[in-house]
C-alpha cells in the first residue's frame, strides 16, 4: 500500500514539475525582432522585356534600389518567417512595424537620375521562403510612407499591423513584403549591398505570449527532474534495505 501511495505521489510530483515548466513559459508583453530569412529585388520591363506590371528579372540577395523609371520598375523584397510565438486564444499583435534604412538618393536606372520619389508603397503577400518573379504583382497595397523630406540615413517606418494580424491568425509561415516607389523617381535602401541596417520587422505582442522554444528542452527538463527524484527514491530504498539486512 505504501508503494503504491509513493507511485501516485511522484507522478503527482512530475506532472506539477511539467505544469510549472510550461507555465514559466508564459511571459508578459514582448518585443520580437525578425530579420527577414531572403530578400530579392525584381524587375519589371527594362531595355529587354516589357513593361507591364508583371515581374521579369530576379535579383536573390539584393534589398537596395527602388526605382520607378520610364521603361521599368525595380522593386525589393523581402519574407519574413513570422510563427517564431504563440498568441493567446482570441488575442492580436498589438503593433507589427516594418523598417528599412535610406542609403542614398543618388541613385539612377530605368530611365531615372537622382530624383527623390516623394512617397514610397509596401506591399503584402502570404510568402513561402522562396524567390519568386510572381512575387512582383502578388501583393496588396497596405499603406505609404511620406519620403519626401527625408535624408541618407533616415529610417522609414510602415505599420503593417492589420496584415501581419491576419496571416498569424491564419496560420501562415512567412509574411512578405514589397517596397516600390509610387512615383517616378529612384532611391537606395541600405542593409543590402550597401552599408546600413538590414529591413526587420519588429512585432510588439500582448501579454501572456509564449515564445515557442524546442520542443525537447521541456520535455528534456520535465523527464531529467522527474528520474532525478526517481533515482534518489531507488538509491534511499537501497540504503534503507542494507542497513535492516546488516
Do not use: H
Request: some cysteine; glycine content about 14%.
Amino acid at each position: 500500500m505504501n508503494n503504491l501511495c509513493q507511485k501516485a505521489a511522484f507522478a503527482s510530483i512530475c506532472a506539477a514539475l511539467g505544469l510549472t515548466l510550461v507555465g514559466n513559459l508564459e511571459a508578459k508583453a514582448a518585443t520580437f525582432i525578425l530579420e527577414p530569412t531572403i530578400t530579392f529585388e525584381i524587375i519589371d520591363g527594362g531595355f529587354i522585356d516589357i513593361f507591364d506590371g508583371r515581374g521579369d528579372l530576379v535579383f536573390p540577395g539584393n534589398f537596395d534600389t527602388v526605382v520607378r523609371g520610364t521603361f521599368g520598375e525595380s522593386a525589393e523584397f523581402a519574407e519574413v518567417y513570422i510563427r517564431s510565438f504563440y498568441l493567446p486564444e482570441r488575442s492580436i499583435i498589438s503593433s507589427a512595424v516594418f523598417q528599412a534604412d535610406i542609403y542614398s538618393f543618388d541613385t539612377f536606372g530605368l530611365g531615372i537620375c537622382s530624383i527623390n520619389p516623394g512617397s514610397l508603397g509596401i506591399f503584402g503577400y502570404v510568402g513561402n521562403g522562396g524567390v519568386e518573379a510572381s512575387d512582383f504583382e502578388a501583393g496588396v497595397f497596405l499603406n505609404s510612407v511620406d519620403i519626401s523630406s527625408l535624408s541618407p540615413g533616415d529610417r522609414i517606418s510602415f505599420d503593417v499591423t492589420p496584415f501581419v494580424n491576419r496571416l498569424v491568425s491564419n496560420g501562415d509561415d512567412f509574411a512578405g513584403f514589397g517596397i516600390r516607389a509610387l512615383n517616378l523617381g529612384a532611391l537606395t535602401l541600405g542593409g543590402g549591398n550597401f552599408s546600413g541596417i538590414p529591413p526587420k520587422l519588429i512585432v510588439k505582442t500582448p501579454e501572456n505570449t509564449v515564445s515557442i522554444p524546442e520542443a525537447d528542452t521541456i520535455f528534456g527538463s520535465t523527464m531529467a527532474l522527474g528520474l532525478g527524484g526517481l533515482l534518489k527514491r531507488k538509491n534511499s530504498i537501497k540504503r534503507e534495505q542494507g542497513m535492516g539486512n546488516g
